[in-house]
């Protein structure tokens, strides 16, 4: 159990065993092996600078791509759903659920957390309503997944990253490991939400790593780890390019681009939107994920 104690919380702890992250990681490894070669060569939208970032690099910074009253909003809602989904008063719980959201805790909380939110690490299934919707169905962002992703697009996955002071970033990997999909590949977008820097935990990517098969991923062998997280070690990392972003800006990237975070070692919350999208039609497998939610924002499918 939990309990408030003034404005500290404290709660009852326990680390995610060891069979359990083995499982988790040898399902991610199902996918290992599999490429994605394809490159852009037409394009209606893009820049060719834009084209070129993508097929050379796995991935499309736009700066400056909403404004930062935006972000607060988009803050601002996150922090109202978990609020109507996380119970201050119940027991401890990897994951809570709720009008159709996910909430996933920090197993490393930072030890002055105040509020309910300082407690979160991930928020899923944001994306169908409000201003997370809003943001998907934007005319430049749609328009710069269909030069990658043809015509029929749609958004399967959203989630919202916390990292609180004193979190751990999450290690290297590939999003199509999570991903057992029968093509290829997916685009993430992240929005920056806040500035994010070298301190706070940003983003580290591998440039040109989309050109490589999926690795396989072994699991975080830190203890007190998140669940879900594993990690690539079988490769050369000494090219890492940090992604440090202001409040606004946007990273479109490949879903087989190795990318990390570092940890948060700022006095601040570091927080990050992040969208994934796939060709309509594509096929998932015979379970899809929970976290997963379909939803179509141009082309055929809308009218399906």
Same mark, same amino acid.
């Given at each position: ?13 326990? /680390?995610? /065993? ?5 499982? +988790? ?19 209606? +939208? ?18 400056? +791509? ?68 809003? +943001?998907?169905?934007?005319?430049? $962002? ?32 590939? /999003? ?29 990517? $591998? ?98």
């Amino acid at each position: 159990m939990f309990n408030k104690i003034g404005k500290i919380f404290i709660m009852e702890r326990k /680390d995610i /065993d060891q069979d359990s992250k083995n499982e +988790f990681s040898n399902k991610v490894n199902e996918q290992a092996g599999r490429t994605s070669l394809h490159k852009i060569e037409n394009t209606q +939208f893009m820049t060719e600078d834009q084209k070129r970032s993508w097929n050379e690099c796995g991935y499309i910074l736009v700066p400056n +791509f909403v404004e930062e009253g935006f972000c607060n909003e988009m803050n601002d809602a996150v922090i109202d759903i978990i609020k109507s989904i996380v119970p201050e008063d119940g027991a401890f719980s990897h994951a809570y659920a709720g009008d159709g959201h996910i909430a996933i805790r920090e197993m490393k909380p930072s030890p002055n957390a105040t509020k309910i939110e300082d407690e979160i690490s991930k928020l899923f299934r944001i994306h169908s309503k409000g201003i997370f919707n809003q +943001f998907i169905r934007g005319e430049t $962002l749609c328009n710069l997944l269909e030069d990658i992703l043809g015509p029929n697009i749609d958004c399967f996955l959203s989630q919202f990253i916390f990292k609180n002071p004193g979190a751990w970033g999450q290690p290297w990997h590939q /999003d199509s490991s999570y991903f057992p999909f029968d093509r290829e590949p997916q685009v993430a977008a992240w929005l920056a939400t806040s500035e994010a820097t070298l301190e706070n935990g940003c983003l580290v990517v $591998l440039p040109g790593s989309h050109q490589e098969s999926l690795h396989d991923h072994l699991p975080d062998e830190r203890e007190g780890s998140n669940y879900g997280y594993t990690e690539i070690k079988d490769h050369d990392f000494s090219q890492e390019t940090p992604m440090t972003l202001n409040k606004g800006d946007l990273l479109l990237f490949h879903s087989f681009l190795m990318h990390k975070s570092f940890d948060n070692k700022s006095n601040s919350r570091r927080t990050a939107m992040v969208y994934h999208f796939a060709e309509t039609g594509t096929g998932y497998g015979e379970v899809d994920s929970p976290t997963n939610e379909w939803i179509s924002i141009r082309g055929r499918g809308l009218n399906a």
